[in-house]
C-alpha cells in the first residue's frame, strides 16, 4: 500500500473574489470635511494621549504618539475644538464641504499633568479612548496596560478583558473563550490577517505561542461590521504589534527577568529587547519607520495530578472504575521575533510590513500510575483485584508561528482605498516522541482510595515496587501538523454629502486559501520477549530512575526515559510499525472563501449608523484514509462540501453628549467546524451485523449566528468608565458528537461515531464594566485605581441519540461557557512606585458530554478564581523594576463527573514568582 499520497499541495490562489459591489461611489462627488491637528506643550514638543473634543458632540480622541489627531467625515458648519483637562474652547473652526482643516494646539502644563504619567491609568486612558470612537462593540487593551498584569502570553493578556476567560494547561493560559463561547468559535488575526492554528484538529489559536512582549494593543469586536471576516460567534481577537509610528521618535526597551516555580523549586528567565525609530529616506522628515521586537523565555516547572477521566458506576454508592495518578516534570520555552516597516512618503499614502516568528517548545516527561478496578471499587475497600500499570510519556514538541502581512493605504482625491496581503504557517512537531512505556502488574488486594475529589490511591510495599511490573509495551509517535492561510483584501471607499448628511459608502473583497495538513507515524513494541529482551530486561526495576516527588501522595520510582530510548534503540522500528495508527489519521483538508461586501457608514447629528450585506462562498475539499476491517484494505477518500452565507447587519451609535454613549447591533456570523470534525477519515471495524465506524461528517453545516446587542458607556474623564450591555444569540446548526447507530443508512452499525448538526442553541446575557482612577481623592489616595468587570451568560442548547428505534434528546449547556465570567483589579501609582492586585474568575461549565443518554456522567469545570499581583517601582525616568507573583492563591484545576464530589481531573500547580528590570532610552 503507498501512504500519504496527498501531502501539501500548492495553495490555489486563481480564484478571485466576487466583483466589488461600488457602482454607486462612481456616481457621485466627495464632499466630505476633515479637521487634522497636533497637541503640543510650552516647548513645542508632542503630547501623546490629550484627549481632544469636538464641542457639543460624542466626537472625542486621545492625541497619538506624534500628539496628533484626526476628526473625519464631518459636514460643513461651525465647530468648537476643546483640548485638555479643561472644557474650554481653543479654538473655533469654520468648516467647508472638502475642507481639511489643519490645526496646532498648545497646552498649558496645568493642562496636561495627567497625560504624561505613563502608567495604570495613562493605559486606561489610550483603551477607552479606542473603545469610546468605535463604530461598534470593542473592547481594546494597549500595551502600557497589557504591562500593568503579570502577564506572559497575549491568552493572559485578553482575560482581564470585559467578557473574556481562558482555557489553560499546566496552569499557563493557553485558548481564549468570549463571552462564555469555546475558543473554536472565535477568530484570531494578527494585524488584520487571519493567524492559523498549530494543533492538528482545532480552528482555535493557542495564544500561548505569542509572548506579551511583542503586542502593541490587543482588541476584542464582539460586533463584526460588514468589512471584517464573519468567522466568530463570541467575537474577534486582533493581535496588533509595534509600529515605529505608535511611539514619538526613537523607543528602546530591555527587559530581564528571572522566575522560581515554588511548586517544583525550579528557576527561569526571560530576555526581551524592543527598538523603533523613524528615518528620512523619500525627501520627507521621518517618513520611514522601523520597529524591532524579541523575546526569549524558558520555564522550568511541573504539576501533580490525579484524574479518572469520567470513569466511575455512579449509582447509590459511586465506585471507582479507573484512576490515574500522574507526575508531570516540564521545561518550555517561548522565543518570539517581529520586525514591522512603515514607509509614509506624504499624508496621503503608507506601505507597511508587519512580520512574526513565534516559537513555542514544550518538553514534558509524565509519570503515571494507573490503575482498574473490572467491578468498580467503593470508597476506601480494598477488597478488589486492582490491574495497575505504570506509564512514561516523554515528548518535545515545538509549535511554530510565522506570519506576514503587506499592505497599503492611499487616498486618490476623492477616494480611499486599502490593500493587504497576508502569509502566515502554523506547525506542531513531535518527532518520536514516547507516548506510553507500559509496565504491567496485578494485586489481590490492599489498594484502595480515601477521597473522591482526589482519589490517590494506597497500596502495600509492592504496589510501590518496581521488580512487581514488566514490560507490556511501547508506544512512540511522530507527528507534523501545518495550517496554512494565504489572503489578500482590497477595500475601497469615498464620502458623500446629502441634504448635509456625510455619507461613507465602501466595498471590498477578499480572498483566502487555507490548507490543513496532518501526518502520524506510530510504532506499537511488544511481545518484547519474541524481540531479545531477556526476562530481567522486561522488569521495570531494569529502567527505574528517582523516586517521583509527588505532592499528592506516595507514588514510588520513576521511569528513566534515556533507559526507554537506549532500549528502543537496539529493536527494529520497521517491525514495529502500527500501519493502522500511521495512516488513518493522515488527511489534507482545503479551504477556499472567496467574500464580497458592500457597507455604508453615516452620521446624523451625534447619531451613527454602519450598515451593510457581507457574503462569503466556502468550498471544501479533503482527501484521507478508509480502512475496512472487513476487506482489510486501505483506499484513499475525498471529499467535498461547498456552501455560501448571506449576512446582514446593521450597528447604531448614539452620542447623548461627550459622556455619554448608547449602541445597539443586529449582525450576522458563522463558524465553519473544526478539521476533526470534517475529517476525511474513516475507520470500519467489526464483521457484518456487529459493525463499528468512526469518522468525520464533511458535510457538516457552519455554526450560524443571528446577534443582538444593546449597550450604554459612560465615561468618567478620560481614565473612568461605567458600561452595561445586553447580548442575544441565535444559533444555528450547534454541532456535536454522536452515535448513527440504527438511524437511516446505519441500521447494521452496532456503534457509528461522528459529528452531527443539531438544533437551534441559545445564548443571552449581559456585560458590565467599571473602571475608575481615583484622583478626585486627596493625595496620596488620588492614586488609587479600581476595576471591575462582570458578565453574566446562560445558554441552551440540545442533543439527541437513538434508544430502541425512538430518537431521545436533552438540554445541555453549550460546551466551554461559563454562566459567570469576571474580573477584578485594585491598583495605586504614583511617580516611583505602581501596584495592582488582580483577581480573574469563571464560574464551571461543561468541557464533555460523557454519555448522550446520562447527564450524570457529563464532563464540567469546576468554578476557577486566579489571584495575581505586580509591584513596579521607577528608579528613574528610564529605569523600572518590577516583581510579579502569579496563582499566589494556589488555585489547582479540577474536573468533575456530574457532581463536584466525583473527580475527573485534579491538578495543582502552586505559585511562580517573578523579579525583573526594564531599561528603555538608551
Same mark, same amino acid.
Given at each position: 500500500?503507498?501512504?500519504?499520497?496527498?501531502?501539501?499541495?500548492?495553495?490555489?490562489?486563481?480564484?478571485?473574489?466576487?466583483?466589488?459591489?461600488?457602482?454607486?461611489?462612481?456616481?457621485?462627488?466627495?464632499?466630505?470635511?476633515?479637521?487634522?491637528?497636533?497637541?503640543?506643550?510650552?516647548?513645542?514638543?508632542?503630547?501623546?494621549?490629550?484627549?481632544?473634543?469636538?464641542?457639543?458632540?460624542?466626537?472625542?480622541?486621545?492625541?497619538?504618539?506624534?500628539?496628533?489627531?484626526?476628526?473625519?467625515?464631518?459636514?460643513?458648519?461651525?465647530?468648537?475644538?476643546?483640548?485638555?483637562?479643561?472644557?474650554?474652547?481653543?479654538?473655533?473652526?469654520?468648516?467647508?464641504?472638502?475642507?481639511?482643516?489643519?490645526?496646532?494646539?498648545?497646552?498649558?502644563?496645568?493642562?496636561?499633568?495627567?497625560?504624561?504619567?505613563?502608567?495604570?491609568?495613562?493605559?486606561?486612558?489610550?483603551?477607552?479612548?479606542?473603545?469610546?470612537?468605535?463604530?461598534?462593540?470593542?473592547?481594546?487593551?494597549?500595551?502600557?496596560?497589557?504591562?500593568?498584569?503579570?502577564?506572559?502570553?497575549?491568552?493572559?493578556?485578553?482575560?482581564?478583558?470585559?467578557?473574556?476567560?481562558?482555557?489553560?494547561?499546566?496552569?499557563?493560559?493557553?485558548?481564549?473563550?468570549?463571552?462564555?463561547?469555546?475558543?473554536?468559535?472565535?477568530?484570531?488575526?494578527?494585524?488584520?490577517?487571519?493567524?492559523?492554528?498549530?494543533?492538528?484538529?482545532?480552528?482555535?489559536?493557542?495564544?500561548?505561542?505569542?509572548?506579551?512582549?511583542?503586542?502593541?494593543?490587543?482588541?476584542?469586536?464582539?460586533?463584526?461590521?460588514?468589512?471584517?471576516?464573519?468567522?466568530?460567534?463570541?467575537?474577534?481577537?486582533?493581535?496588533?504589534?509595534?509600529?515605529?509610528?505608535?511611539?514619538?521618535?526613537?523607543?528602546?526597551?530591555?527587559?530581564?527577568?528571572?522566575?522560581?516555580?515554588?511548586?517544583?523549586?525550579?528557576?527561569?528567565?526571560?530576555?526581551?529587547?524592543?527598538?523603533?525609530?523613524?528615518?528620512?529616506?523619500?525627501?520627507?522628515?521621518?517618513?520611514?519607520?522601523?520597529?524591532?521586537?524579541?523575546?526569549?523565555?524558558?520555564?522550568?516547572?511541573?504539576?501533580?495530578?490525579?484524574?479518572?477521566?469520567?470513569?466511575?458506576?455512579?449509582?447509590?454508592?459511586?465506585?471507582?472504575?479507573?484512576?490515574?495518578?500522574?507526575?508531570?516534570?516540564?521545561?518550555?520555552?517561548?522565543?518570539?521575533?517581529?520586525?514591522?516597516?512603515?514607509?509614509?512618503?506624504?499624508?496621503?499614502?503608507?506601505?507597511?510590513?508587519?512580520?512574526?516568528?513565534?516559537?513555542?517548545?514544550?518538553?514534558?516527561?509524565?509519570?503515571?500510575?494507573?490503575?482498574?478496578?473490572?467491578?468498580?471499587?467503593?470508597?476506601?475497600?480494598?477488597?478488589?483485584?486492582?490491574?495497575?500499570?505504570?506509564?512514561?510519556?516523554?515528548?518535545?514538541?515545538?509549535?511554530?508561528?510565522?506570519?506576514?502581512?503587506?499592505?497599503?493605504?492611499?487616498?486618490?482625491?476623492?477616494?480611499?482605498?486599502?490593500?493587504?496581503?497576508?502569509?502566515?504557517?502554523?506547525?506542531?512537531?513531535?518527532?518520536?516522541?514516547?507516548?506510553?512505556?507500559?509496565?504491567?502488574?496485578?494485586?489481590?488486594?490492599?489498594?484502595?482510595?480515601?477521597?473522591?475529589?482526589?482519589?490517590?490511591?494506597?497500596?502495600?510495599?509492592?504496589?510501590?515496587?518496581?521488580?512487581?511490573?514488566?514490560?507490556?509495551?511501547?508506544?512512540?509517535?511522530?507527528?507534523?501538523?501545518?495550517?496554512?492561510?494565504?489572503?489578500?483584501?482590497?477595500?475601497?471607499?469615498?464620502?458623500?454629502?446629502?441634504?448635509?448628511?456625510?455619507?461613507?459608502?465602501?466595498?471590498?473583497?477578499?480572498?483566502?486559501?487555507?490548507?490543513?495538513?496532518?501526518?502520524?507515524?506510530?510504532?506499537?513494541?511488544?511481545?518484547?520477549?519474541?524481540?531479545?529482551?531477556?526476562?530481567?530486561?522486561?522488569?521495570?526495576?531494569?529502567?527505574?530512575?528517582?523516586?517521583?516527588?509527588?505532592?499528592?501522595?506516595?507514588?514510588?520510582?520513576?521511569?528513566?526515559?534515556?533507559?526507554?530510548?537506549?532500549?528502543?534503540?537496539?529493536?527494529?522500528?520497521?517491525?514495529?510499525?502500527?500501519?493502522?495508527?500511521?495512516?488513518?489519521?493522515?488527511?489534507?483538508?482545503?479551504?477556499?472563501?472567496?467574500?464580497?461586501?458592500?457597507?455604508?457608514?453615516?452620521?446624523?447629528?451625534?447619531?451613527?449608523?454602519?450598515?451593510?450585506?457581507?457574503?462569503?462562498?466556502?468550498?471544501?475539499?479533503?482527501?484521507?484514509?478508509?480502512?475496512?476491517?472487513?476487506?482489510?484494505?486501505?483506499?484513499?477518500?475525498?471529499?467535498?462540501?461547498?456552501?455560501?452565507?448571506?449576512?446582514?447587519?446593521?450597528?447604531?451609535?448614539?452620542?447623548?453628549?461627550?459622556?455619554?454613549?448608547?449602541?445597539?447591533?443586529?449582525?450576522?456570523?458563522?463558524?465553519?467546524?473544526?478539521?476533526?470534525?470534517?475529517?476525511?477519515?474513516?475507520?470500519?471495524?467489526?464483521?457484518?451485523?456487529?459493525?463499528?465506524?468512526?469518522?468525520?461528517?464533511?458535510?457538516?453545516?457552519?455554526?450560524?449566528?443571528?446577534?443582538? !446587542?444593546? /449597550?450604554?458607556? #459612560?465615561?468618567? &474623564?478620560? *481614565?473612568?468608565? =461605567?458600561?452595561? $450591555?445586553? %447580548?442575544?444569540?441565535?444559533? @444555528?446548526?450547534?454541532?456535536?458528537?454522536?452515535?448513527?447507530?440504527?438511524?437511516?443508512?446505519?441500521?447494521?452499525? !452496532?456503534? /457509528?461515531?461522528? #459529528?452531527?448538526? &443539531?438544533? *437551534?442553541?441559545? =445564548?443571552?446575557? $449581559?456585560? %458590565?464594566?467599571?473602571?475608575? @482612577?481615583?484622583?478626585?481623592?486627596?493625595?496620596?489616595?488620588?492614586?488609587?485605581?479600581?476595576?471591575?468587570?462582570?458578565?453574566?451568560?446562560?445558554?441552551?442548547?440540545?442533543?439527541?441519540?437513538?434508544?430502541?428505534?425512538?430518537?431521545?434528546?436533552?438540554?445541555?449547556?453549550?460546551?466551554?461557557?461559563?454562566?459567570?465570567?469576571?474580573?477584578?483589579?485594585?491598583?495605586?501609582?504614583?511617580?516611583?512606585?505602581?501596584?495592582?492586585?488582580?483577581?480573574?474568575?469563571?464560574?464551571?461549565?461543561?468541557?464533555?458530554?460523557?454519555?448522550?443518554?446520562?447527564?450524570?456522567?457529563?464532563?464540567?469545570?469546576?468554578?476557577?478564581?486566579?489571584?495575581?499581583?505586580?509591584?513596579?517601582?521607577?528608579?528613574?525616568?528610564?529605569?523600572?523594576?518590577?516583581?510579579?507573583?502569579?496563582?499566589?492563591?494556589?488555585?489547582?484545576?479540577?474536573?468533575?463527573?456530574?457532581?463536584?464530589?466525583?473527580?475527573?481531573?485534579?491538578?495543582?500547580?502552586?505559585?511562580?514568582?517573578?523579579?525583573?528590570?526594564?531599561?528603555?532610552?538608551?
Amino acid at each position: 500500500m503507498t501512504r500519504n499520497t496527498f501531502g501539501a499541495k500548492p495553495l490555489n490562489t486563481a480564484k478571485t473574489p466576487l466583483a466589488l459591489a461600488c457602482a454607486m461611489l462612481l456616481a457621485m462627488p466627495a464632499v466630505a470635511a476633515e479637521i487634522k491637528g497636533q497637541v503640543v506643550d510650552s516647548t513645542g514638543a508632542a503630547i501623546q494621549g490629550a484627549p481632544v473634543k469636538l464641542a457639543g458632540t460624542s466626537r472625542i480622541q486621545l492625541s497619538d504618539a506624534s500628539g496628533e489627531f484626526t476628526f473625519s467625515n464631518l459636514a460643513a458648519g461651525d465647530y468648537q475644538l476643546q483640548a485638555g483637562t479643561s472644557s474650554s474652547v481653543v479654538e473655533q473652526i469654520q468648516l467647508s464641504a472638502e475642507q481639511v482643516y489643519q490645526t496646532s494646539v498648545t497646552l498649558a502644563d496645568a493642562n496636561i499633568e495627567h497625560v504624561s504619567v505613563i502608567g495604570q491609568s495613562g493605559a486606561l486612558s489610550r483603551s477607552l479612548s479606542a473603545q469610546r470612537n468605535a463604530d461598534n462593540f470593542i473592547t481594546v487593551s494597549s500595551a502600557d496596560a497589557i504591562g500593568e498584569f503579570p502577564d506572559s502570553n497575549a491568552a493572559e493578556s485578553l482575560q482581564r478583558m470585559a467578557g473574556l476567560s481562558i482555557e489553560r494547561d499546566q496552569g499557563e493560559g493557553r485558548f481564549v473563550r468570549v463571552r462564555g463561547l469555546s475558543p473554536d468559535l472565535n477568530a484570531v488575526t494578527y494585524n488584520g490577517s487571519t493567524l492559523p492554528a498549530p494543533e492538528s484538529g482545532t480552528r482555535a489559536v493557542a495564544l500561548d505561542v505569542i509572548p506579551s512582549d511583542l503586542l502593541e494593543s490587543l482588541t476584542v469586536t464582539k460586533t463584526l461590521t460588514p468589512d471584517m471576516d464573519a468567522d466568530s460567534l463570541g467575537g474577534a481577537v486582533d493581535i496588533k504589534s509595534l509600529s515605529a509610528f505608535d511611539k514619538e521618535g526613537r523607543f528602546t526597551k530591555l527587559t530581564a527577568e528571572g522566575s522560581f516555580d515554588e511548586h517544583e523549586s525550579e528557576y527561569g528567565n526571560k530576555l526581551a529587547a524592543t527598538y523603533s525609530d523613524r528615518y528620512a529616506i523619500g525627501g520627507a522628515d521621518d517618513d520611514f519607520g522601523i520597529a524591532l521586537a524579541a523575546s526569549n523565555a524558558v520555564r522550568k516547572f511541573g504539576s501533580d495530578n490525579v484524574e479518572t477521566g469520567g470513569k466511575w458506576d455512579i449509582g447509590d454508592e459511586d465506585l471507582l472504575e479507573k484512576v490515574q495518578l500522574r507526575d508531570y516534570q516540564i521545561e518550555r520555552e517561548r522565543l518570539g521575533l517581529a520586525a514591522n516597516f512603515d514607509w509614509r512618503p506624504d499624508d496621503n499614502n503608507s506601505l507597511y510590513l508587519r512580520t512574526l516568528y513565534s516559537r513555542f517548545s514544550d518538553q514534558e516527561s509524565r509519570n503515571a500510575i494507573a490503575t482498574k478496578f473490572d467491578d468498580g471499587l467503593a470508597l476506601g475497600a480494598a477488597d478488589q483485584t486492582a490491574e495497575v500499570s505504570r506509564e512514561l510519556k516523554h515528548r518535545k514538541e515545538t509549535q511554530t508561528i510565522k506570519s506576514f502581512v503587506l499592505g497599503s493605504d492611499s487616498h486618490i482625491d476623492d477616494w480611499k482605498l486599502s490593500t493587504q496581503f497576508g502569509w502566515s504557517e502554523a506547525e506542531e512537531k513531535n518527532p518520536h516522541g514516547i507516548s506510553g512505556a507500559t509496565f504491567e502488574g496485578e494485586f489481590d488486594q490492599g489498594v484502595s482510595y480515601s477521597s473522591y475529589r482526589k482519589p490517590v490511591l494506597t497500596g502495600a510495599a509492592d504496589f510501590y515496587d518496581a521488580a512487581q511490573y514488566e514490560l507490556k509495551e511501547i508506544e512512540v509517535e511522530s507527528t507534523d501538523a501545518k495550517d496554512r492561510n494565504i489572503n489578500g483584501r482590497l477595500d475601497i471607499s469615498r464620502n458623500l454629502y446629502l441634504n448635509d448628511t456625510v455619507l461613507e459608502l465602501k466595498a471590498g473583497g477578499k480572498f483566502s486559501r487555507r490548507q490543513k495538513t496532518n501526518q502520524e507515524t506510530h510504532w506499537v513494541y511488544e511481545d518484547l520477549d519474541e524481540q531479545g529482551l531477556a526476562d530481567d530486561a522486561l522488569l521495570m526495576s531494569a529502567y527505574a530512575g528517582d523516586e517521583v516527588d509527588y505532592g499528592l501522595g506516595a507514588f514510588g520510582p520513576s521511569i528513566s526515559p534515556n533507559s526507554i530510548q537506549q532500549m528502543l534503540g537496539t529493536l527494529d522500528a520497521a517491525d514495529n510499525l502500527d500501519e493502522l495508527e500511521s495512516t488513518i489519521n493522515d488527511y489534507r483538508i482545503d479551504e477556499d472563501v472567496n467574500a464580497a461586501y458592500l457597507m455604508a457608514t453615516s452620521d446624523w447629528g451625534d447619531l451613527r449608523m454602519v450598515a451593510g450585506l457581507r457574503y462569503e462562498k466556502t468550498e471544501l475539499t479533503g482527501a484521507g484514509w478508509e480502512f475496512s476491517e472487513l476487506s482489510d484494505s486501505y483506499s484513499e477518500r475525498h471529499v467535498s462540501h461547498d456552501y455560501d452565507n448571506l449576512l446582514p447587519s446593521i450597528q447604531f451609535r448614539y452620542g447623548v453628549d461627550s459622556n455619554l454613549v448608547l449602541r445597539a447591533a443586529w449582525t450576522n456570523s458563522l463558524v465553519r467546524p473544526t478539521f476533526e470534525q470534517v475529517s476525511p477519515g474513516y475507520l470500519l471495524e467489526g464483521s457484518l451485523g456487529e459493525l463499528e465506524a468512526s469518522f468525520g461528517n464533511p458535510q457538516l453545516k457552519p455554526l450560524e449566528s443571528s446577534n443582538y !446587542d444593546i /449597550a450604554a458607556e #459612560y465615561y468618567m &474623564g478620560e *481614565s473612568g468608565i =461605567l458600561s452595561a $450591555a445586553l %447580548f442575544y444569540k441565535n444559533i @444555528k446548526n450547534f454541532i456535536y458528537e454522536a452515535d448513527l447507530a440504527g438511524r437511516d443508512g446505519y441500521e447494521d452499525f !452496532d456503534e /457509528a461515531n461522528t #459529528y452531527i448538526n &443539531g438544533d *437551534s442553541s441559545k =445564548l443571552y446575557g $449581559a456585560e %458590565f464594566n467599571f473602571a475608575q @482612577k481615583l484622583d478626585m481623592l486627596p493625595s496620596p489616595w488620588n492614586g488609587l485605581l479600581f476595576s471591575a468587570n462582570l458578565t453574566l451568560s446562560h445558554s441552551e442548547a440540545s442533543i439527541s441519540w437513538l434508544d430502541d428505534g425512538e430518537l431521545q434528546s436533552r438540554d445541555i449547556r453549550f460546551p466551554s461557557q461559563s454562566n459567570t465570567t469576571g474580573n477584578i483589579a485594585v491598583g495605586y501609582e504614583n511617580e516611583y512606585l505602581s501596584l495592582r492586585l488582580s483577581a480573574a474568575y469563571k464560574s464551571n461549565y461543561m468541557t464533555e458530554v460523557g454519555e448522550l443518554d446520562d447527564a450524570n456522567y457529563d464532563i464540567y469545570q469546576q468554578d476557577h478564581m486566579q489571584i495575581d499581583f505586580i509591584a513596579k517601582g521607577f528608579v528613574s525616568k528610564d529605569i523600572m523594576v518590577y516583581f510579579k507573583a502569579l496563582n499566589i492563591n494556589d488555585e489547582p484545576y479540577y474536573t468533575y463527573t456530574g457532581n463536584e464530589r466525583r473527580n475527573a481531573q485534579f491538578e495543582d500547580y502552586g505559585p511562580t514568582y517573578q523579579i525583573g528590570i526594564n531599561i528603555s532610552g538608551f
